[in-house]
């Protein structure tokens, strides 16, 4: 259950906390709230470590053996799914030949997509990032071996890292049946190489309408990179992506902006 006290949000399940701050909707960490930040950075500690351990040592996986075929269209939407927005959209915006990336939700109703009520885990909504790109440029595929290496781990069902939940499972929203052919042929593929130690649970669900998340949620780990949350468990991707990723990475990351 989502609880709340004042501006401030606390979510069962998610070791994120943050207040509001009047009149810009930005996140802010209350100063009077110095027990309740302590709590959260040892949990984070604790449940971080874990994450800064495997994005440590993101696997360098092989490349999808079916992609999607090269053609004239300049721009073409793929909506991934991989625990917290804030770091899944955070390592998209690095990458090359994408031309946004926006944190929202995806798998429930427009009327349950928002925060508040995608936070109780019941709404069918997933964490998600609508990444726009331009596919002469990086594909689909490729954007997938990112989403696969370094954005999440795909072997977590219904959680990832310190936060648990439906709301945070691995799911593909494929926005044209030939995505969904690559992405359930390139799952196949890295299940029969047993590149990761556990199955993938990673689930497809196509035909499912995408919801942009609140303004203050948008562009979080560039405007908050010392928050502890993303210290500990979205930076890290970020660093494997350049690792693991060095001709795909861009060093300026493409932000949805302050007029979102």
Not at 5 to 21: C, K, Q, V, Y
Not at 118 to 124: A, F, N, R
Request: hydrophobic letters at 40%; glycine letters at 8%; one cysteine or more.
């Amino acid at each position: 259950m989502a609880q709340a006290t004042g501006t401030i949000e606390w979510r069962e399940g998610t070791t994120r906390m943050f207040a509001l701050e009047e009149g810009n909707g930005r996140p802010t960490i209350p100063p009077a709230l110095p027990a309740m930040l302590a709590v959260g950075v040892l949990g984070l500690v604790g449940l971080g470590l874990t994450a800064l351990r495997s994005s440590a040592e993101a696997p360098a996986i092989p490349a999808p053996a079916l992609d999607e075929a090269v053609g004239t269209r300049t721009s073409e939407v793929a909506v991934l799914a991989g625990g917290c927005f804030w770091g899944v959209q955070g390592v998209f915006q690095h990458v090359a030949g994408v031309t946004r990336a926006v944190s929202g939700y995806a798998g429930g109703s427009e009327h349950s997509a928002n925060y508040e009520s995608v936070s109780t885990g019941v709404t069918g909504h997933a964490e998600s990032v609508q990444v726009t790109f331009d596919p002469r440029r990086i594909s689909y595929g490729k954007l997938l071996q990112i989403y696969f290496s370094v954005a999440h781990d795909p072997t977590q069902l219904d959680r990832q890292g310190p936060d648990f939940g439906t709301q945070y499972r691995s799911a593909i929203f494929p926005t044209n049946a030939e995505q969904a052919r690559v992405a359930r042929a390139y799952i196949a593929q890295l299940d029969e190489a047993r590149v990761f130690q556990a199955p993938i649970v990673t689930v497809i669900e196509p035909d499912r309408v995408f919801h942009a998340a609140e303004a203050h949620h948008q562009d979080f780990l560039t405007l908050h990179p010392t928050y502890p949350y993303i210290v500990i468990n979205d930076l890290p991707k970020v660093a494997a992506l350049k690792r693991l990723f060095p001709v795909e990475y861009r060093s300026d990351p493409v932000l949805v902006g302050p007029s979102w």
